[in-house]
């Protein structure tokens, strides 16, 4: 694995960087997997993973280390920052949070973006978080010391909250150094998913989506075992309700996730009936939980 860290603004689909919230490129490679042909891609003996870290920063500096990190998957054609207006709501209020690019599968990709490479984006998302453990651990590296191996979370967006469920509970390409996972979107069809793991999970998805529809994360909430919550964002498609804005549904979204992650990742005590009562808005969203 090699590194290489460079100073970032905010990536070309997000929002103004806030204040408070700093951010740094690594590009990780991964010498060890082949990314595959690809159009006009011959293909390469390596993965690359341009990886976005954000951090939260106080008077302009960074918050002291360690903090609890997230792992966020992009969605098919976006960016490591195509949903930072919804995840520096996390970083703002103390995670760090880390948003690789997906080799083929982002917008930039070489020889465009496909979902032909999709069944290795499990093993990225476990080579990222550890190549980001050996940084954290190395003096002198750009993240030395900035988060809790200990308190890891995962969340991704549409093929990205597919490929989460993937790494939390599909049998061959789990990783449980993750402690819980977000599904924005996302379904599974692994018909061995779930079967006898119990990594907390929180789904959330609108019912108008047309793109993914809502009925994958309605099957992986069954199939899944508790501790298990799924927010049903009303009149929402595929992505109104993920853009980190101040509309209603949006704010769900926001206070939703932040809950989830301050119960199962950070282990804040007094994180616990706010689910259900940011989940659960008369005309917004409802909460189903099984506990």
Same mark, same amino acid.
């Given at each position: ?45 390596t993965r690359t ?64 973006p496909s979902l ?12 990222? /978080?550890?190549?980001? !453990? ?5 003096? +002198? ?6 988060? =809790?191996? @200990?308190? %890891? ?58 793109t993914v529809p ?46 989830? /992650?301050?119960?199962? !990742? ?5 994180? +616990? ?6 989940? =659960?808005? @008369?005309? %917004? ?7």
């Amino acid at each position: 694995m090699t590194a290489v860290a460079a100073a970032c603004g905010a990536g070309k689909a997000s929002a103004t960087l806030p204040a408070s919230v700093q951010r740094i490129t690594l590009t990780l490679v991964d010498d060890s997997r082949p990314t595959p042909p690809n159009g006009t891609h011959p293909g390469a003996p390596t993965r690359t993973l341009v990886t976005v870290v954000s951090y939260p920063t106080r008077g302009g500096r960074p918050v002291p280390g360690p903090l609890p990190l997230v792992v966020f998957a992009t969605g098919f054609g976006d960016t490591a920052t195509t949903y930072a207006p919804l995840y520096d709501h996390w970083v703002e209020q103390g995670y760090v949070v880390a948003a690789p690019d997906f080799p083929l599968s982002q917008q930039d990709a070489p020889g465009g973006p496909s979902l032909s490479d999709f069944a290795h984006q499990p093993g990225d998302v476990s080579f990222v /978080l550890s190549a980001l !453990v050996k940084l954290d651990q190395t003096p +002198g590296s750009a993240i030395y010391q900035r988060f =809790d191996p @200990a308190r %890891v979370g995962l969340a991704g967006k549409s093929l990205g909250a597919i490929t989460v469920l993937g790494v939390g509970y599909s049998p061959a390409t789990r990783d449980p150094r993750f402690k819980a996972v977000i599904s924005l979107t996302g379904a599974s069809d692994d018909k061995a998913a779930f079967t006898g793991i119990d990594t907390p999970l929180l789904l959330e998805h609108g019912d108008a989506d047309t793109t993914v529809p809502i009925a994958g994360s309605r099957d992986a909430y069954a199939r899944a075992k508790p501790p298990k919550f799924f927010v049903t964002i009303f009149g929402a498609t595929h992505s109104s309700a993920f853009g980190g804005g101040t509309s209603p549904s949006e704010e769900v979204v926001e206070r939703t996730t932040l809950d989830f /992650l301050n119960r199962y !990742v950070d282990g804040t005590v007094k994180a +616990g009936d706010e689910l259900r009562r940011d989940g =659960d808005v @008369a005309g %917004v969203a409802s909460l189903q939980a099984t506990l």
